[in-house]
């Protein structure tokens, strides 16, 4: 009797889904009602959720962002102690390099490869391009072909934007936003410099058959760009900064340069364009369009020179019988610095927002953003190139590997107060 009166207890739910939600719908508790409404709205909420981060994250599931993460995974585990003072090229060479992130971002004709120290090597990207170049500010990096007509922006897992232009590319920038910028030669002796998104659209464009466009950059929030471009006038070359505004496309400002010729443009924090030419350094200004020529000096006296963000540094040949050459710093936060004396003439120069360093025959010398001397390795001889980060480490090119040194790497030795 118990049995069958425990069995006429038991409520039996139907087995179609359909049934069961409609129960729960006409269910004379309000509060079931209720529950059942609010998991209907939470699935399908959750279905749109996934759909739009499928949307706007499909390159995370494409098969090269899968691969690299699984190339990620194994050079990890291959990771031997030691090894994290080298990134190893994956082809053996590379044609240019930047920071990027923490680590490093170079090209060879093959690839664009993000790596970090220990030669592991967290993205790739087809590249096929004759003469590659590697810009990278913020979260992204730009990847150009100099002659060619191929540009790639990437971020730290795959690519965002690839282009194929009609006009070979003189070269690029890139902005700390992403947007970058593409100076090309066009038909007809025109020049033209352009600006694209993150996703390769175009948002500006230039065009000059009156001046032949060098160099461009972005202000630091890409509102403005710079153009940099000559012409001849009877027998004077001058140079123009032209400033325009990138979303109305109107001139703001045009400074000309009188009998100089204008090579590089380092856009400034505070609304100027440091601009080196064959004959000086000079601030142009985009508010009042006013030019001021900061140093002075002769084409053959200029050493080498580099371009970090909204800094500039460049090394002269000095004459004075303390030192064989001068460094000078240009940051956007302050005026020209006062020289660096240097007792040889250096190979290449390396700036961060902490200090600056210079690497000459006998090795690379680091010094802090007050030109105080930190240390020295006379190791480091031979890099096509060098990069300095905020902490003092400091990144060596060579052909076929990158070397990290810093001031306690074997061979290194605290600079005494003067070189």
């Not at 949307?55 to 098969?63: A, M």
């Not at 690839?111 to 990207?125: D, F, N, Q, V, W």
């Not at 600056?356 to 890099?383: F, K």
Request: aromatic share 8%.
């Amino acid at each position: 009797m118990d049995e069958r009166h425990s069995k006429q207890n038991i409520i039996r739910f139907p087995s179609s889904r359909e049934e069961r939600r409609r129960i729960l719908r006409e269910n004379e508790d309000r509060r079931v009602r209720i529950v059942s409404l609010l998991r209907s709205a939470c699935g399908w909420l959750l279905a749109a959720c996934t759909l739009l981060f499928l949307l706007f994250n499909f390159r995370l599931f494409t098969p090269s962002a899968i691969r690299s993460a699984a190339e990620y995974a194994i050079a990890g585990l291959r990771q031997h102690e030691g090894d994290i003072t080298t990134i190893t090229y994956e082809n053996g060479s590379f044609a240019d390099g930047v920071l990027f992130e923490s680590g490093l971002a170079y090209a060879d004709s093959d690839s664009l490869y993000l790596a970090k120290p220990g030669s592991i090597t967290t993205m790739r990207c087809p590249l096929g391009y004759s003469a590659p170049v590697v810009e990278a500010a913020g979260n992204y990096v730009l990847a150009y072909d100099r002659g060619g007509t191929q540009a790639l922006l990437a971020n730290s897992v795959a690519a965002t934007a690839e282009l194929t232009l009609s006009s070979p590319i003189i070269t690029g920038s890139i902005g700390q936003n992403g947007h970058f910028v593409l100076v090309t030669d066009e038909q007809g002796y025109r020049t033209a410099a352009a600006v694209y998104d993150t996703r390769g659209k175009e948002v500006f464009k230039y065009q000059s058959s009156e001046y032949y466009i060098v160099s461009a950059a972005l202000s630091p929030d890409c509102s403005t760009i710079a153009v940099l471009g000559f012409r001849q006038q009877g027998i004077s070359l001058d140079s123009h900064v032209l400033f325009y505004s990138v979303s109305t496309g109107e001139l703001e400002s045009d400074v000309t340069l009188t009998d100089a010729l204008g090579m590089e443009l380092c856009y400034a924090a505070n609304g100027a364009a440091a601009v080196l030419c064959d004959n000086g350094l000079y601030l142009a200004g985009r508010k009042d369009g006013s030019a001021e020529k900061l140093l002075s000096y002769s084409s053959s006296d200029l050493l080498t020179f580099t371009v970090q963000d909204d800094a500039l540094a460049l090394a002269l040949r000095s004459y004075t019988s303390s030192a064989r050459s001068d460094l000078y710093v240009l940051r956007a936060n302050g005026g020209l610095e006062q020289p660096l004396p240097l007792a040889e003439e250096p190979s290449a120069v390396a700036l961060s927002s902490t200090g600056v360093a210079a690497l000459s025959a006998s090795g690379v010398s680091v010094y802090d953003a007050a030109h105080t001397p930190l240390w020295r390795n006379s190791e480091a001889v031979g890099a096509r190139r060098i990069l300095l980060i905020g902490d003092g480490t400091l990144y060596a090119l060579y052909t076929k590997n990158t070397r990290l040194f810093t001031a306690h790497s074997e061979r290194s030795e605290e600079l005494p107060d003067a070189e």
